[in-house]
């Protein structure tokens, strides 16, 4: 949602920003918000790519929002796939994990790290792992139309908008109380 899909980054060169989103990112760091990335990349599993390519994608992605002045708090990435049989995948990241969407885990270590009350806090996301995640942690979902445009999630998501760019400003206009 940060960036258009092109079904897993892998290289720089593939990585293209969602018009605006750079300015709504730079308005969550200029609030109370944290920006915080809960990704799965599965094809670190897969062999489909190397944690040095993602390391460069996300620093062209660091970069990008940077020359906007704006940043992500920090990136949270999930290495694993479970189903086996991919040519040159890697067998130690082959594994049921509790950081792989829809699981919490990687929501749950952001939390403890940087003291945060899910409760209180948005998930935004396009899937339905996305929206399975936000359930688990207790986070409040928030759909966007790109990318896989939650056309997994059934019900349709109570909160959906054209873009993240739109989900944001609707963040930062109306701030969820803890109901959780």
């Not at 760091?29 to 915080?36: A, M, T």
């Not at 190397?50 to 920090?74: F, Q």
């Not at 994990?97 to 409760?119: F, M």
């Amino acid at each position: 949602m940060i960036n258009l899909e092109v079904d897993g980054v892998r290289d720089p060169d593939q990585l293209v920003l969602i018009p605006g989103i750079a300015a709504a990112i730079r308005r969550l760091n200029q609030s109370d918000y944290l920006s915080i990335v809960v990704t799965n990349q599965p094809m670190l599993a897969k062999g489909q790519a190397t944690w040095s390519d993602l390391d460069a994608v996300h620093r062209k992605l660091e970069t990008l929002l940077g020359n906007e002045h704006a940043w992500l708090d920090t990136i949270y990435v999930c290495p694993h796939h479970p189903e086996v049989g991919f040519a040159g995948e890697v067998p130690e990241l082959k594994i049921r994990c509790d950081c792989r969407k829809p699981n919490p885990g990687l929501v749950l270590k952001a939390a403890e790290a940087y003291h945060i009350d899910l409760g209180r806090s948005y998930f935004i996301g396009d899937t339905s792992r996305d929206f399975g995640c936000a359930a688990a942690s207790g986070t409040r979902p928030v759909g966007v139309r790109t990318g896989y445009g939650c056309r997994d999630v059934t019900p349709p998501p109570e909160l959906l908008f054209d873009s993240a760019v739109e989900a944001i400003d609707y963040i930062l206009s109306s701030p969820v109380e803890s109901d959780r």
